[in-house]
């Protein structure tokens, strides 16, 4: 068994009219001592922005912007900018996110060398809707590929919204790994219900053509599918992998299907260092669940969702949304994760 602190709520809603709302799903970086926290702040009317703060260690916050950090500036998130993932590469930090436009939920990217002015870049995930999704994929081969990947498109065909050309392909959960790999980005991202891989040189690559190829052999893509009972509805990446000398540590977030409706845990694999769409193994049961009243009531109920950790010694701090409402700490000693995972087969 697995030992897990949770050390509570770390930070919620304030009177500020763009964070009143929520505060939740934060993205994580660590320098040193410094907690880094790039937040999803919420407001009436469910529009998001990315607000700022800092901490010194894991827990105590020293420092919290009075505006957002990261706002709704394009028509393709006017709705909102949604729960950012943080890594720095040589001297760029990438900010991927979510971009909400009331309709499509897709990835796109931010770049910073300071954490203060952000260059913005757009959509990166695929532009496609279900329609000429469902044409990509059906050139896979279909006895492969989990029938769930078609169940956007069966309910929208069902409801007569398949031929609508402006709804896209939801693609969220944008992940990248830490470092290169072979030379190339590595990313992670969520085309429902599995989490999938690409690999790339330059951003310049993710054009047009290069997501038809990838759509129509998705199949090979796929690095984790629902395999459990707590992620059979789907699942999706948290933070950045933590690369350890065992393989790549992805926490990620499991959904389960209950006759109270769905319920988030937080789950474990581990991956090849460098084929990291390979799985090694990964946890049966959840790393946590939803437990506390403050991670069971809040706007959504029943929901961990982590998206970001630090590491001190030899504790691992997940920080995760709670509730679509507040911001959580848990703690776990790393070698003790990664022993429970090396059991598995």
């Known amino acids: 068994m697995i030992s897990i602190e949770k050390l509570g709520v770390l930070m919620g809603p304030t009177d500020k009219q763009f964070e009143n709302n929520g505060v939740f799903n934060p993205g994580i ?33 020293i420092e919290r912007n009075e505006k957002p950090l990261i706002t709704r500036d394009f028509d393709y ?28 939920a897709m990835g796109a990217l931010a770049t910073s060398k300071d954490l203060i002015h952000f260059e913005k870049h757009g959509i990166i995930t695929p532009q496609v809707n279900y329609q000429e999704y469902e044409n990509f994929v059906n050139c896979c081969d279909r006895n492969k590929l989990n029938p769930k990947y078609h169940q956007y498109y069966n309910l929208f065909a069902q409801i007569g919204l398949v031929a ?45 053509s290069f997501w038809k190829e990838y759509l129509t052999n998705l199949v090979d893509h796929i690095v984790l ?79 961990v969702f982590p998206t970001g950790h630090a590491l001190f010694g030899n504790d691992l701090y997940i920080y995760y949304g709670v509730a679509d409402k507040q911001i959580a700490v848990a703690k776990v000693d790393l070698n003790e994760l990664l022993l429970e995972l090396r059991k598995q087969p």
């Open 225 to 303: 599918d629902p395999k459990d009972i707590f992620e059979v509805k789907y699942i999706g990446a948290g933070g950045p992998p933590i690369e350890t000398e065992y393989g790549w540590l992805l926490i990620y977030h499991g959904v389960q299907e209950t006759i109270k409706g769905k319920v988030y845990h937080a789950k474990a694999a581990l991956l090849q260092l460098d084929n990291p769409k390979i799985e090694i193994t990964r946890l049966p049961v959840p790393l946590f669940s939803p437990t506390k009243q403050w991670e069971i009531e809040g706007e959504v109920s029943t929901i």
């Open 164 to 208: 609508d050309e402006f709804r896209l392909l939801r693609d969220k959960d944008v992940v990248l790994f830490p470092r290169k790999i072979n030379g190339k980005f590595v990313m992670l991202h969520r085309i429902w219900p599995g989490i999938q891989i690409v690999e790339f040189e330059n951003w310049s690559d993710l054009t047009e």
């Open 29 to 61: 970086y660590q320098e040193g001592d410094t907690i880094h926290i790039l937040y999803r702040a919420v407001e009436q009317g469910n529009f998001s922005t990315i607000g700022y703060a800092k901490t010194e260690g894991p827990m105590k916050v």
């Open 77 to 104: 998130e006017k709705h909102g900018v949604e729960d950012a993932r943080i890594v720095k590469i040589e001297d760029t930090y990438y900010i991927t996110y979510t971009a909400y436009d009331g309709v499509n």
